[in-house]
């Protein structure tokens, strides 16, 4: 049974820092380049930022710069570090598996909320 078990998602002033973490069971972790996603009321959910097993890595626009992504490979776990937080960075964050060579193979975890407020 696959799961992916988001954490860390906060309520956070504009400009300060959070950290998400997303532990992965069932899948053999090198076989998967894993992802963070993010969905804001009303609007698609958009790519984040993905990382291989390798380490390379895959930010949209909008974080560079502001976000890092990073794997544990011993842990099977995948980070999302944020820096400079903006409100318009509020949204469900969902962290994501997807098979290197199988598109059968794309697994979601729940969603883990991010608010950016004063």
């Known amino acids: 049974q696959v799961q992916l078990v988001e954490s860390g998602g906060d309520l956070v002033q504009p400009g300060g820092s959070l950290g998400l973490s997303c532990a992965a069971s069932g899948i053999i972790f090198s076989n998967y380049v894993m992802g963070w996603y993010r969905q804001a009321p009303g609007k698609q959910r958009e790519l984040v930022a993905t990382?291989?097993?390798?380490?390379?890595?895959n930010y949209v626009d909008s974080v560079k710069g502001r976000f890092t992504i990073s794997r544990d490979n011993a842990k099977n776990t995948v980070y999302l570090q944020m820096e400079s937080l903006k409100p318009e960075d509020t949204a469900v964050y969902y962290c994501n598996a997807k098979h290197i060579a199988s598109r059968l193979f794309n697994y979601w975890g729940q969603g883990t909320q991010v608010t950016v407020s004063s």
């Open positions: 990382i291989t097993y390798g380490g390379g890595t």
